[in-house]
């Protein structure tokens, strides 16, 4: 394994991309593999990266970007459906193809991505199609190992560059009375655990669940922004039906601002569950969102 390279699919997402910097800094040699792959801009002569281009709908590009892996990481990830992209397509079926091929090309580790509340019965269709991907991808390799990080964040991130947004609106809707639980999780730290997950070391657990160190409400991490952004904005309690109208109104636009899926996702907590593997079986410390905010949301650039 040590000279064979970690494939990682979907590698110049948020957390893809972050995962290759993370492995090519250990020294380990890394296909990145996306539709469209970009060189990235800080990779130096001599360092052990390669780049694939392969759709994870498509066998023959796949079984090649697998070939003489030691690894396989599969980032690949659809928030929003459109017309030619659907949750099926992406995280079920090309979930399974990418774990059957690896099986197929000798791959003896497969880390799959999903998200914390992966339920095959949940009312949202991302949430079930995150949990039929993970049961796809352990029916074709058993040995894989599913990985459920909460919401993201970093430098350059979505969710924070969101939030920071919202503090410029005279008054901030909250989903509900904003008292869903999250606890948001460094992409670096992710990057870190699964760089550990892909080594000879790795835990014999084959289900993790990734947090960070605070668990805070929607309302907690709203005002703790504001008050890194030196703002005060009055926070608005608005029902989930609500939300919910204004998604369906929203659903015909090309790219619209708000899914009936993520509405679905604010109504349910997305903490670290019992009985998972956790940052503390990697050996690893997952950082506070309230000592990275700074660094991952200069005031300047809010």
């Not at 392969?54 to 023959?60: F, K, L, P, T």
């Not at 397509?89 to 090309?94: A, F, L, N, Q």
């Not at 990418?98 to 949202?124: H, N």
């Not at 919202?166 to 699964?194: K, M, N, S, W, Y």
Request: charged share 25%; net charge positive.
């Amino acid at each position: 394994m040590p000279d064979k390279p970690i494939t990682v699919f979907g590698g110049t997402g948020f957390l893809g991309a972050t995962l290759v910097r993370e492995l090519v800094e250990l020294g380990r040699p890394v296909r990145l593999v996306a539709r469209r792959p970009v060189r990235p801009a800080w990779v130096e002569p001599g360092d052990p990266l390669e780049t694939v281009a392969a759709d994870i709908r498509d066998d023959d590009a796949v079984a090649a970007a697998v070939a003489g892996a030691g690894a396989v990481v599969n980032a690949v990830s659809l928030y929003v459906e459109t017309r030619r992209l659907r949750f099926e397509t992406i995280h079920v079926e090309g979930a399974g193809r990418l774990a059957r091929l690896a099986r197929e090309a000798g791959v003896i580790r497969l880390v799959q991505l999903s998200g914390i509340g992966a339920d095959s019965r949940s009312p949202s269709a991302y949430v079930r199609a995150r949990a039929r991907g993970e049961a796809a991808v352990l029916d074709a390799m058993p040995k894989a190992i599913i990985l459920r990080p909460s919401v993201l964040y970093g430098p350059e991130d979505a969710f924070l560059a969101t939030l920071a947004r919202l503090t410029r609106l005279p008054a901030i809707p909250l989903f509900g009375r904003g008292e869903t639980r999250l606890q948001p999780v460094h992409v670096v730290d992710a990057a870190r655990a699964i760089a550990h997950l892909t080594g000879a070391d790795a835990p014999r657990r084959r289900l993790f669940e990734l947090g960070g160190a605070d668990v805070m409400s929607y309302r907690e991490i709203l005002a703790l922004v504001m008050s890194h952004l030196h703002r005060e904005r009055p926070l608005v309690p608005v029902p989930f039906l609500a939300w919910r109208a204004l998604a369906m109104l929203a659903s015909p636009l090309p790219s619209p601002p708000l899914t009936r899926d993520q509405v679905l996702l604010m109504q349910r907590d997305n903490v670290v569950g019992d009985g998972v593997g956790t940052f503390a079986d990697l050996g690893l410390d997952a950082r506070s969102l309230r000592e990275a905010l700074p660094a991952c949301l200069p005031v300047a650039n809010a």
